[in-house]
């Protein structure tokens, strides 16, 4: 199971840290990857980090701007999102994937209920 918490409304320009609990024992094991959906338009990748960390991907969209990171003694992802803008706005999803190093979308095994992150111009 997976909680994802941290969205909210934000000004251009601001950050936000997003969070998603895991539950479970093999979370330590698993990659993990952010996805989000804007109105109107299809899921799309945004970030993901291997189980050991050393393996990171990020959209270019997002690069230079986000930072995907994990805590495994928490099981816990996080996803820091700085220099917000307008067109971040979406519901951010997490997902584990139940192998060692992040794939596509459709190989993660499980999915949160997604957090909403609104920027205003």
């Known amino acids: 199971q997976l909680q994802a918490s941290g969205g909210g409304l934000v000004q251009a320009g601001g950050s936000l840290r997003l969070s998603c609990a895991a539950s479970?024992?093999?979370?330590?094991?698993?990659?993990m990857g952010w996805f989000r959906q804007a109105p109107g338009k299809e899921r799309e990748f945004v970030a993901a980090i291997s189980w050991s960390s050393a393996t990171i991907y990020y959209a270019d969209s997002v690069k230079g701007r986000f930072t995907i990171f994990r805590d495994n003694a928490k099981n816990t992802v996080y996803l820091q999102m700085n220099s917000l803008k307008p067109e971040d706005t979406a519901v951010y999803y997490c997902a584990r994937k139940e192998s060692a190093m992040p794939g596509s979308e459709t190989e993660y095994d499980y999915w949160g209920q997604g957090t909403l992150v609104t920027v205003s111009s």
């Open positions: 479970g024992r093999t979370f330590s094991r698993s990659a």
